[in-house]
């Protein structure tokens, strides 16, 4: 089944495509890969990677060619054995044209519906800078994509934190409309009081409700443990945050720089029930800039396949790749029980574990090898989760966003929803 894998960090410059276009590349090795540049002002991977672009987004858009003969192979001079012969990319427009640089509805539209169909295992999407909705609707809606930011720019961290924000108020915001899927469950007068309540937990001006939990026990407090109020705490806690840190220079380095702020900004200004999961890291290194200038991804140089190891090893290391990728289950009865019930220096003692873990198992390894652990541990995770806790079978407009969590019915258990098909209601 097809997996759309949104790669964003809301600043620019922190390594989006050059994570995605070797992530991409790595994942070809376990399934037909295809990655999109949805960069469209600055067509960045095709500047990252040597090949001869015969169509692109241009011809998609204004010359009516499908998807699927827009995309780019690898040329044999880049793969000369063909080990990345599942691997194509779709390449942005040339130059910089307005059309295209900011997508119009229709334009977005008819991309997520050409990408939807595209006959792969995984879609990668390397997407621009900022917060816009030429980024906001290509990630998911029930988890965060994979966000990429580095030790080294505190203001990429804070934006990868936005992002998540965004996306989940994005959610709530359709949740909680006055026609979508809880107005049968919760009266209007109900409904405008938990809007009126985002405005003021979204906005960052005002600290009188800082983020979602303190406004779910603000509602827990006003109503009870009302269906609204449940659901609500299980969108919020189903909402998985996927995560790979670029310019990695050490555990420590990383998880006071990065990894802390991020978990600690999350906790204060979104919410501390959202599980939080490290991918794994790259390593700063000259060879990947080196790669990038060349326009030769540092994949496809002297790519290894993981060597066959002794039992007892390999199943050490399956172990630390599966450090910290399970969804928090929570055993607590009520909302409240929950909320009180979270202990916020344990997830952060708790990212510190996987990074401790990672590092034990990957600290010998070249910086390519980098991207091809990332690959497994997004494999186990779109493996082990259900869908859509990860990655995403198909992008969804904004209205078939809306119908979807419209259709939904059955209620979810906290920390074990799939949230595409299953809107949480009472
Ligand atoms: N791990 C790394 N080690 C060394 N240099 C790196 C690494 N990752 C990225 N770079 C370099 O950092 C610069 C920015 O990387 P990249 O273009 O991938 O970022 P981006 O987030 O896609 O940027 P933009 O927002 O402009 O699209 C490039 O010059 C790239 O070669
Ligand atoms: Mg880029």
Avoid at 249 to 268: I, N
Wanted: net charge neutral.
């Amino acid at each position: 089944m097809r997996r759309i894998l949104p790669v964003a960090s809301g600043k620019g410059g922190v390594g989006k495509t050059t994570f995605a276009t070797n992530f991409a590349l790595a994942l070809s090795r376990l399934g037909p890969t295809v990655l999109v540049d949805l960069d469209t002002g600055t067509s960045s991977v095709r500047n990252t990677i040597e090949a001869e672009v015969t169509r692109d987004l241009y011809h998609f858009f204004r010359r009516g060619e499908p998807l699927e003969r827009c995309l780019t192979p690898l040329p044999k001079r880049l793969d000369p054995q063909g080990v990345f012969r599942n691997f194509a990319f779709v390449a942005a427009p040339r130059h910089a044209m307005e059309e295209f640089t900011l997508l119009s509805d229709e334009h977005r539209v008819r991309l997520m519906r050409a990408i939807n169909s595209l006959a792969a295992d995984f879609v990668v999407l390397d997407l621009r800078a900022g917060l816009d909705v030429n980024v906001l609707d290509f990630l998911p809606h029930s988890n965060s994509g994979i966000l990429v930011f580095t030790p080294h720019h505190q203001a990429a961290t804070m934006a990868a934190a936005d992002i998540v924000k965004a996306l989940l108020f994005r959610k709530l915001r359709l949740v909680f409309a006055a026609d979508g899927p809880l107005a049968t469950a919760a009266s209007r007068k109900q409904l405008e009081a938990v809007n009126a309540l985002l405005d003021r937990v979204e906005d960052a001006y005002d600290d009188s409700i800082p983020n979602l939990d303190a406004f779910l026990m603000d509602l827990v407090e006003a109503f009870g443990e009302v269906p609204l109020v449940t659901a609500l705490a299980e969108n919020v806690a189903s909402f998985g945050v996927y995560f790979v840190l670029n310019l990695f220079d050490g555990v420590r380095e990383s998880f006071e720089g990065a990894v802390a702020p991020f978990v600690r900004t999350l906790q204060a200004y979104v919410s501390a029930q959202l599980s939080v999961h490290n991918l794994g890291w790259i390593v700063a290194s000259p060879e990947v800039h080196k790669a990038n200038c060349e326009r030769r991804p540092i994949v496809l140089q002297q790519w290894r396949e993981a060597k066959p190891k002794d039992p007892v090893s390999s199943e050490l290391e399956e172990l630390a790749l599966q450090a910290g990728l399970t969804p928090r289950q929570s055993a607590a009865k009520s909302v409240k029980d929950y909320l009180v019930s979270i202990d916020r220096d344990q997830a952060l003692l708790e990212q510190l574990e996987v990074l401790k873990a990672m590092h034990r198992h990957t600290a010998t390894r070249q910086v390519r090898d980098n991207f091809a652990y990332i690959a497994r541990r997004a494999i186990h995770t779109l493996d082990t989760l259900p869908p859509d806790r990860f990655g995403q079978r198909r992008l969804l407009t904004p209205l078939e966003l809306f119908q979807v969590l419209l259709r939904g019915t059955q209620p979810v258990t906290r920390g074990d929803a799939d949230g595409a098909d299953a809107a949480p209601l009472p």
